[in-house]
Structures are given as C-alpha cells and as structure tokens.
C-alpha cells in the first residue's frame, strides 16, 4: 500500500487523505480496500437493505492491531466501525467510507471445564462457541441463530433458549478484555473497573473494542428436545396460541417456547398442500432430562392436527442452528418489536391479526418467552434493563432483495407493530432496532439506565468515537 493516499470519511462528514505507509504495522491481506482480494466478504452483511462500502478494512489478529487501528481512527478523527457477526439489522458492522474493523480473524474459543469459562473471539458466530462448549456438555446462553456473531448480540444484553433458565447473554458475562477510545487494552468485570463492565452489559458498541469475552458455563445437552411444530391458522391459530398461554404460564425453566405465524414456507419437512398457507407454529427447546421433556411437551404434540411435527429428541447444536435457513444472507429485513409482560385475551387477538395481514412469503410476527431467571436481577444489573418483560413480540418483516413489494411488507411491520404498542413493557430490545429508529427508541430500550449509560458513555468515549452504533451521544453526531 506504500506510497498510495487512502482517503476516509472523518467523523464531521469531511475527508482525509492518508498515506497508505502508516498502515505498515498491519500485515499485508489484512488491510483491505474496495476491489482488494477478500474485501466483498469482509464487507457483506446480513440485511441486503443497507448499502454501506468503508474505504478501508483492517483485519486483526491481536489486541495490539486493534489498538494500533483505534489509536489511528482517533488520532485522525475518522468514521471507525466494527464488524462482529455482521448480522446487525441497523448494519451498524459498517463505517460508509470509513475504517471498519473486521474482527473475523479472531475467533479462538478455550473452554476451562474447572472453572466452567469459556473465553471467545470476538470474531466468533454463536455456532463456532456452541460447538466446542458442547464437546464438553455444556452452554452458554447465546440466541436463536447460529450465524449471529457473538459481540454484537452480547453487548446488546442477549437472550436465547437458555435465558428462562439463566438470564440474559450478560448475565453469563464475567470479564471482557476491551481497547478503549485511548487505546488502551484493559480488563473489565465486577471487580475491576465496575461501570464500564456494567454499561457493556447492554450498551452495545460504544465503549471500546472488545477483543474477548469470557462467559460462565452451564451443563447443557449435548441430547436435548425441540424443534418446531405447526399447525393451519385457519382452523387452529386461537386454540393454538391459547395453549402457548396456558404452558407458558407454569412452564418450567427448562422448556422455552416461541411462537410464531407466518405463510408455510416450502421447506421439505412441510407437505406441498400447505407451502404458502397462514400457519400456526411453536418451536420449542427443552434441555431438561428426557422423560420430563417428553413429558412437558405432550400436550403440544398431542394438540389437534399438526401440518408437521418436527419436535424430538436432537442435539442442542442442532436446535441452534434449526432456524438458520429462515433467516438467509442478502435478503431485505426490517423489524418492529416490544418487550411485553404477559399475554392478554386482547394481546392475543392483535396477535392473530397482525399475522392475518402477511403477504410476504419470509415474514413472520412472532412471540419468544423469556420469563424466568432475567426477572431475578435488579433493573440495573447491568444496562440491559428489562427485568420486567416475559416476552418479546413484533414483526419480523422479511422478503427477496429482488421482490418489488418490500413497501408494502415495511408497511405492514409499522401498522402490526402500531398495533401492540400498547401492550408493551415501555421497553423494546436494543438489538433488534432498525435504522429508522430514533432516539426515543433508543432511551426506551433502556429506560431507567439510560441516563446512567450516558454518563459512562462521557467518561470513557468523550470523543464518541465509537458511534456507529445504536449511539448515547445522539447530540454529538
Ligand atoms: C437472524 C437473526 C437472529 C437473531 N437472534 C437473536 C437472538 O436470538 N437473541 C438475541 O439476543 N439477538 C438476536 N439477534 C440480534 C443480534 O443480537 C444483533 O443483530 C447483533 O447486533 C448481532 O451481532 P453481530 O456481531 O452479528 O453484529 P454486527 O453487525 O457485526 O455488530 C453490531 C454492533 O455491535 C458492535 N460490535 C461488534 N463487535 C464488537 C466488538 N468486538 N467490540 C465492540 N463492539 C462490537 C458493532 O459496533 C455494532 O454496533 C438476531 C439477529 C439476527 C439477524
């Protein structure tokens, strides 16, 4: 790259001009600029809606790159982003004409089985964790697809089939290694430098680069019992849901179950009759002992006439990665969701009725119970917040980057998510915000901790440096 300028968006919105050779500590193929071999991997994230292209990526493999690259995004005032899992909907993994920091070079995952630890990448997909965690029996808690990175989702808080037993991801959190905006590579937990380890429980990216995050461990699997099940809404969606009320109610921590409505989609294990019919569905994992899963979950397998029944004994990995081909690479998505408390009569007539208005064939308004061990902290235990909610709701609208109709789907996610605003919590998830989401939505999604956030936000990001992100400094944009 010697003796070549490397122009980059500054964080005013102007241009500066670098010369390539101070990027010299970094080795060459981990330093990539458009057309370079690698560069459209690096750059290509989840939602095919956002059109983002940073004019340069750097790829570290150590706390040491990443330092180098966040003193010289602050020493140069440059629009910095980084990339985890990419699977962020607001594409917050990109900087437009900036320097992003890929970090999928730094992926290992060491497993201590005495101190039940696990330190991960922050490179890492959920799925790269779960599969060495298992080979010893055990699990953090990660989400629902296995393609998600592991950074994003943690910083954000976090939850997934083992939250009803153990909290939120941040919970399991014990310690992060993290380069601050003075490029400084330092260790956070309770026991030392306790306010920024408790604003990176849920305040996302705006603290620092994480270059590693350590997670308790819990004996999980590696046999479980899950899988989805579904049913035609025509003739079942109120009994159905109504049963999901009723189980979910005194389910035991072990079993989480989501709901969801949708078209059939034309995967193999749905008869053709049924591809592109109102369905009614609930997956469900259940990680406690065999017979007392099979036994928990009769009454799901036992109801009516299911379209298909898929829920059996498998491996947790596999429940991981079930839902992954629901949610492909490159397609257009856009979300609406609440944190909600319960699950009225009328919440759950809105419920159907948002779902009889899908037309697109990829989306979904779904429920996921998360009632149980993240209702056992304090609301400040962390940033995450929303100690109070049992479910997460809202509109997952999906379609094909090529389908014309993406408007109307988007329409549909605004007047479906109108609709159940009213039952929300007050709180929505920071994770699932999407770029038209504004600053109201982002003091919501932490309510009473927001302002405390901001402070820490001053105290450690004064710059805000670290602002592609869902940010706590909208005033300094
Ligand atoms: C299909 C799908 C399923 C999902 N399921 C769940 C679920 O079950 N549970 C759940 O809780 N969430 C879920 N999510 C939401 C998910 O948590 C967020 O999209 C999250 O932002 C993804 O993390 P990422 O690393 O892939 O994102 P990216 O787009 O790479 O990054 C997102 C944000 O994290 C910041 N970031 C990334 N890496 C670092 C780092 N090393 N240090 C500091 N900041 C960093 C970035 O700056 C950016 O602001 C899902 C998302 C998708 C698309």
Request: proline fraction near 6%; charge should be negative; include cysteine.
């Amino acid at each position: 790259m010697s003796s070549e300028t490397v122009n980059l968006r500054t964080l005013d919105g102007g241009e500066v001009g670098l010369d390539a050779a101070v990027l010299d500590p970094i080795p060459d193929g981990a330093r990539l600029r458009p057309g370079s071999p690698g560069f459209e991997d690096a750059t290509r994230i989840w939602n095919g809606m956002i059109h983002k292209e940073p004019a340069l990526v750097i790829q570290p493999e150590t706390a040491g790159e990443v330092a180098f690259a966040v003193d010289l995004a602050r020493e140069h005032e440059l629009m910095f982003s980084i990339k985890g899992g990419g699977h962020n909907i607001s594409g917050l993994a990109l900087a437009d004409g900036g320097l992003t920091l890929d970090m999928s070079r730094m992926k290992a995952v060491r497993v201590d089985t005495d101190s039940r630890l696990v330190q991960v990448g922050p490179g890492c997909l959920l799925g790269d964790v779960d599969r060495v965690t298992q080979e010893h029996g055990m699990a953090t808690t990660l989400g629902f697809v296995s393609e998600t990175g592991v950074a994003g989702l943690t910083l954000g808080g976090g939850f997934g089939y083992l939250s009803r037993r153990f909290g939120y991801t941040v919970d399991d959190l014990v310690e992060v290694e993290i380069v601050t905006a003075d490029g400084q590579t330092r260790r956070a937990s309770r026991a030392s430098e306790p306010d920024l380890f408790w604003a990176l429980r849920g305040g996302g990216g705006n603290f620092g680069v994480v270059t590693e995050f350590t997670f308790r461990l819990h004996e999980v699997g590696p046999q479980i019992m899950g899988g989805l099940i579904a049913w035609p809404a025509e003739d079942h969606a109120e009994d159905v849901l109504g049963l999901y009320r009723e189980i979910t109610t005194s389910a035991p921590r072990e079993m989480t179950l989501v709901a969801t409505m949708r078209l059939a989609p034309p995967a193999p294990f749905i008869p053709e009759q049924w591809h592109g019919n109102p369905m009614v569905a609930i997956v469900a994992c259940h990680t406690g002992e065999p017979a007392q899963a099979a036994a928990d979950l009769s009454p799901i397998k036992e109801f009516g006439k299911p379209i298909t029944d898929q829920v059996m004994a498998k491996t947790y990995a596999e429940q991981q990665s079930m839902l992954d081909a629901t949610q492909p690479k490159g397609a257009n998505y856009y979300w609406k969701t609440e944190f909600i408390p319960g699950l009225s009569d009328p919440f759950l007539d809105v419920f159907r009725a948002n779902a009889a208005g899908i037309e697109s064939p990829m989306s979904q308004f779904m429920m996921f119970h998360v009632a149980g061990a993240i209702n056992e902290h304090v609301e400040d235990d962390g940033a995450v917040g929303n100690r109070d909610a049992a479910f997460v709701t809202g509109a997952a609208g999906a379609w094909p980057a090529t389908d014309p109709n993406g408007e109307s789907y988007q329409a549909w996610v605004r007047s479906a998510w109108e609709n159940i605003r009213p039952f929300s919590t007050g709180g929505n998830y920071v994770n699932f915000q999407t770029t038209d989401d504004d600053v109201a939505r982002i003091e919501s999604a932490y309510r009473g901790n927001y302002h405390r956030l901001r402070q820490v936000k001053a105290e450690w990001d004064p710059g805000n440096l670290f602002r592609v992100n869902r940010n706590l400094e909208p005033d300094r944009l």
